[in-house]
């Protein structure tokens, strides 16, 4: 992104799918709630109250893990080159102040502001958070850039902080959603000749068989692009492709090929033919349903002979809402899990560039199936997405039902903006150090159970957070994606999470003969007590200097 893709008339336009009837300057906050602070589409949209009467805010948004109510301003200019100054800019710091304790906003909720705000402060509880101590933080964006009043009002209000294009293109992460093969390829159908359905004037559909020596021809298969609009790759070792290996290795098999196999699915921009109707050529091609069966042929290509063929759907088409229902009713072998239906959502595709981006040893794995680097660390988005579950929301008991981190937990666990490389990194390098601790533990069974590990890294998270250097450290993406400063916490972490596993083994001598780890690790209130008591032990032992910890105050 371009600081000039924020001009006036690229901003309407880049906006322009987040247009729900509200004002220009609202479409801009959704964009940059979405794009730039990370939010899915959901919890943006429920953060924004841009109407009459609201008090100067144009959303709010709460950051627990911060423990800070986030409020926002918006401001858009149609003339390239505007300046901002420092008026509006202090105009906002102005409003904050209407929200500094829990008696003026009571106030506000039940006086005239608008409903929308109103809304937003009692779902969020707001006046009970600021009891709790929650700070204030206000972010203005705007299209507008800084003039030399701006940069000196930035030096005097630490409250605020301001997005320029400049600052805004420079946290933009760009990723493409519609990935595949951008080149021609030809297909002989001199053996059956036009077999064409027209759906409408943009949307055709050609069917024909296609011998598995050709479909190996296909660019993209090695290092999947071929198959990126796929909700998977190609699974390993899954009973279908144990059944199309054998089918392959079996040349007598191969005239038979076409009798047992679903078909392959690609999808393209364009489709002609040509040499007097005997060539079908597409342009700009991905195959959206068959990996499996494509990967296969190319890992046994010298075991195919031109009897093998395959019956290939090919649909030419403009619409991508219309492409991602097909490759989702076209994957049908092996079940789809909520984990496909998200491998091609804006977060995963944001954070998986991201890691690309990066220039650490680390890549992020967000298909079934995906070709990772062997020379990286791969961290697939399903781990990640339970690490955070414990670590972040405090929920290890939910950690063994993986449905739940791509369907009701999603937005709760990806959807925030400070879910980056270097958090996703950092726990789960934690993780590695409590799996790594259990090893320590007397109690075996329950030390190889799955949500034990996962009740660790809550508890683990939890200390951490009782230090205020801990709260800071999770605070500051610096920090958070500098190697050195993931590592000096991770070094300490160590010896808390070890002392921990010790303390857990204590706590499960004193329990009943019938105790049920495998029971109350998945009830809230018997890990909240268990959780309690290992807390109340570290701290006891770091106020008599036999535990480290990341300062010298426990809160």
């Keep these: 992104m371009k600081p000039s893709d924020l001009d006036y008339n690229n901003l309407i336009e880049l906006t322009k799918k987040y247009n729900k009837g509200r004002s220009e300057s609202a479409n801009f906050l959704n964009w940059f709630?979405?794009?730039?602070?990370?939010l899915d589409e959901t919890t943006a949209d429920d953060c924004i109250c841009d109407k009459?009467?609201?008090?100067?805010?144009?959303g709010i948004f709460v950051d627990h893990n911060a423990s800070t109510i986030i409020f926002f301003q918006s401001k858009i200019s149609r003339s390239e080159g505007r300046t901002i100054g420092d008026k509006q800019i202090k105009e906002f710091s102005g409003s904050l102040q209407q929200f500094s304790d829990n008696k003026k906003v009571e106030a506000i909720i039940q006086g005239q502001a608008n409903d929308d705000l109103k809304n937003i402060l009692i779902r969020n509880k707001i006046p009970d958070l600021l009891m709790q101590q929650y700070s204030l933080q206000g972010i203005f964006i705007t299209n507008c850039i800084r003039d030399y009043?701006?940069?000196?009002?930035e030096k005097l209000l630490e409250?605020?902080?301001?997005?320029?294009?400049d600052d805004i293109a420079n946290n933009f992460i760009e990723f493409d959603a519609d990935e595949g093969i951008s080149d021609d390829f030809t297909f002989d159908i001199s053996l059956v000749g036009k077999v064409q359905l027209s759906i409408d004037e943009n949307t055709k559909v050609y069917v024909m068989p296609v011998p598995a020596v050709d479909l190996v021809r296909l660019r993209g298969i090695d290092d999947g692009k071929l198959f990126s609009q796929n909700v998977r790759y190609s699974l390993g070792n899954t009973a279908v492709n144990k059944s199309i290996s054998r089918s392959v290795n079996d040349q007598g098999e191969h005239k038979n090929f076409a009798l047992y196999h679903n078909g392959i699915t690609l999808i393209c921009q364009n489709a002609h033919f040509e040499d007097n109707d005997n060539s079908l050529v597409v342009r700009d091609y991905v195959v959206v349903n068959g990996a499996q069966s494509i990967s296969t042929f190319f890992k046994n290509s010298k075991k195919l002979t031109d009897d093998l063929m395959v019956f290939v759907k090919i649909i030419s088409l403009k619409s991508t809402e219309l492409s991602r229902k097909i490759t989702i009713n076209s994957n049908n072998q092996n079940a789809i899990k909520p984990r496909d239906l998200r491998s091609n959502h804006d977060l995963m595709l944001r954070?998986?560039?991201?890691?690309?981006?990066s220039g650490t040893d680390y890549e992020f794995e967000i298909?079934?199936?995906?070709?990772?680097?062997?020379?990286?660390v791969a961290i697939s988005n399903d781990l990640a997405g339970r690490e955070l579950l414990a670590f972040d929301l405090n929920e290890p008991n939910l950690c063994h039902q993986i449905g739940k981190v791509f369907d009701d937990k999603y937005a709760e666990i990806f959807g925030r903006r400070e879910v980056d490389v270097g958090r996703i990194i950092f726990v789960h390098e934690l993780q590695k150090i409590v799996s790594h601790s259990l090893e320590e533990m007397k109690h075996r069974p329950m030390a190889g159970y799955l949500l034990t590990r996962y009740?660790?890294?809550?508890?683990?998270?939890?200390?951490?957070r009782k230090f205020e250097n801990g709260r800071s450290f999770l605070k500051d993406k610096y920090r958070l994606n500098d190697a050195n400063s993931r590592n000096e916490v991770l070094i300490k972490m160590k010896d808390i999470v070890l002392g921990l596993v010790t303390d857990l083994d204590y706590e499960i001598e004193d329990k009943s003969p019938s105790f049920d780890y495998k029971r109350d690790l998945k009830n809230t209130a018997e890990i909240a007590a268990l959780r309690k008591a290992l807390i109340q032990s570290y701290e006891k032992d770091f106020r008599r200097g036999r535990a480290k910890g990341f300062g010298t105050e426990l809160t």
Aim: proline share 4%; with cysteine; glycine share 6%.
């Design 33 to 38: 709630l979405e794009n730039i602070f990370r």
């Design 52 to 58: 009459e009467n609201d008090k100067g805010i144009d």
């Design 149 to 153: 009043n701006t940069i000196e009002v």
């Design 159 to 165: 409250d605020i902080t301001l997005y320029c294009p």
């Design 351 to 357: 954070l998986k560039a991201e890691f690309e981006n």
């Design 367 to 376: 298909k079934r199936g995906q070709i990772t680097n062997p020379k990286k």
């Design 455 to 464: 009740f660790l890294l809550s508890v683990a998270g939890q200390i951490l």
